[in-house]
């Protein structure tokens, strides 16, 4: 190397120099405080997470009893309950998971699996991950016009399965995009050994690559109707019903029978200018906060026992 490179070098390494800044404290600095104001954010979330769960119990728990579980809505608070709505919430989950999970991990198999990449299958990829953002209350329109009005003879209106329906349009896109995530973290390696051994691309994705995906794929579905169950707008825009005092029949004509939801109840309730009713919602809101915690935890059981026996 040449003096004059030398010299050139050692000109740019001091510009370099002059333009970084080597001050370590004030970069330490920054970090602590990046981390209070973390720190901060999630302690206020926290907080108020807190304040509004000990609110609800303190409102709600002396209203909670067997009877209150047990009893149909009235119009008189102290002799009201949340069975119809309870079981009408049961009843849309069943129908809801029945009717998307196989569609949901069917698309997500295939898109993942088979689909080419070409312009079709990107555009239904952009459409899948802009619908998983796209408003409750545009599902319960679309719901309101196929499922409730030109589905009529079918579904009878506004009747449970339309409900079931909306939600299962709603949860769908959730579906497709775990199912690809939980088939993409399986290597390919297993793949490629499932072809030399002569297997076709079924035959890998059955014996190998869905088992390997499934707690991944369970826990999205779940997560996804855990959503579902606390949907509100498109239930309301399909014309669930608020007061209700009969239980939909578990056969194919209770499907097409009208049906409320503990959502739509805990919004009739907190509507109502009384202080018992309020109450009452408070204790509804215990019991679906009990049936999404069971929910999540079946997820996670679910999960860790799939996980164990790979």
Same mark, same amino acid.
């Given at each position: 190397?040449?003096?004059?490179?030398?010299?050139?070098? /050692?000109?740019?390494?001091?510009?370099?120099?002059? /333009?970084?800044? !080597?001050?370590?404290?004030?970069?330490?600095?920054?970090?602590?405080?990046? $981390?209070?104001?973390?720190?901060?954010?999630?302690?206020?979330? =926290?907080?108020?997470?807190?304040?509004?769960? @000990?609110?609800? !119990?303190?409102?709600?728990? +002396?209203?909670?009893?067997?009877?209150?579980?047990?009893?149909?809505?009235?119009?008189?608070?102290?002799?009201?309950?949340?069975?119809?709505?309870?079981?009408?919430? @049961?009843?849309?989950?069943?129908? $809801?998971a029945l009717i998307?999970?196989?569609?949901?991990?069917?698309?997500?198999?295939?898109? *993942? *699996?088979?689909?080419?990449?070409?312009?079709?299958?990107? =555009?239904?990829?952009?459409?899948?991950?802009?619908?998983?953002?796209?408003?409750?209350?545009?599902? +319960?329109?679309?719901?309101?016009?196929?499922?409730?009005?030109?589905?009529?003879? @079918?579904? #009878?209106?506004?009747?449970? =399965?339309?409900?079931?329906?909306?939600?299962?349009? !709603?949860?769908?896109?959730?579906?497709?995009?775990? $199912?690809?995530?939980?088939?993409?973290?399986?290597?390919?390696?297993?793949?490629?050994?499932?072809?030399?051994?002569?297997?076709?691309?079924?035959?890998?994705?059955?014996?190998?690559?869905?088992?390997i995906a499934l707690?991944?794929?369970?826990?999205?579905?779940?997560? &996804?109707?855990?959503?579902?169950?606390?949907?509100?707008?498109?239930?309301?825009?399909? %014309?669930?019903?608020?007061?209700? $005092?009969?239980?939909?029949?578990?056969?194919?004509?209770g499907l097409q029978?009208?049906?409320?939801?503990?959502?739509? #109840?805990?919004?009739?309730?907190?509507?109502?200018?009384?202080?018992?009713?309020? #109450?009452? &919602? &408070?204790? %509804?809101?215990?019991? !679906?906060?009990?049936?999404?915690? =069971?929910?999540?935890?079946?997820?996670?059981?679910?999960?860790?026992?799939? #996980?164990?026996?790979?």
């Amino acid at each position: 190397m040449t003096k004059s490179n030398i010299q050139s070098k /050692n000109a740019f390494d001091s510009g370099a120099n002059r /333009n970084f800044d !080597l001050s370590i404290d004030k970069r330490y600095n920054l970090d602590k405080i990046f $981390t209070i104001a973390t720190w901060v954010a999630t302690i206020f979330g =926290l907080v108020v997470l807190a304040i509004l769960l @000990i609110d609800i !119990l303190v409102d709600g728990l +002396g209203r909670l009893n067997w009877s209150f579980l047990t009893s149909f809505s009235s119009r008189r608070a102290s002799s009201s309950g949340i069975l119809a709505p309870l079981v009408g919430t @049961i009843w849309l989950l069943v129908i $809801t998971a029945l009717i998307s999970f196989p569609l949901g991990v069917g698309a997500g198999i295939f898109l *993942e *699996e088979y689909a080419e990449d070409n312009w079709f299958t990107q =555009l239904i990829e952009i459409n899948i991950a802009n619908l998983a953002a796209v408003p409750s209350i545009i599902y +319960g329109l679309l719901g309101l016009q196929i499922f409730v009005r030109v589905m009529q003879p @079918i579904t #009878q209106g506004r009747s449970v =399965l339309a409900g079931a329906l909306t939600l299962s349009l !709603l949860i769908l896109p959730i579906i497709i995009i775990t $199912t690809r995530e939980a088939l993409r973290a399986v290597p390919d390696s297993l793949r490629q050994a499932g072809f030399a051994l002569g297997a076709n691309r079924w035959q890998i994705i059955r014996e190998q690559i869905f088992p390997i995906a499934l707690p991944g794929i369970l826990t999205g579905t779940i997560l &996804a109707l855990s959503r579902a169950i606390g949907e509100t707008a498109p239930l309301i825009v399909i %014309g669930a019903v608020g007061f209700i $005092t009969f239980l939909p029949e578990l056969s194919l004509k209770g499907l097409q029978s009208s049906f409320t939801a503990l959502p739509i #109840q805990i919004f009739d309730w907190v509507s109502r200018p009384q202080t018992d009713f309020h #109450q009452n &919602a &408070a204790a %509804g809101i215990i019991v !679906l906060m009990i049936v999404l915690l =069971l929910m999540n935890s079946t997820a996670i059981y679910l999960r860790n026992k799939f #996980q164990q026996s790979r």
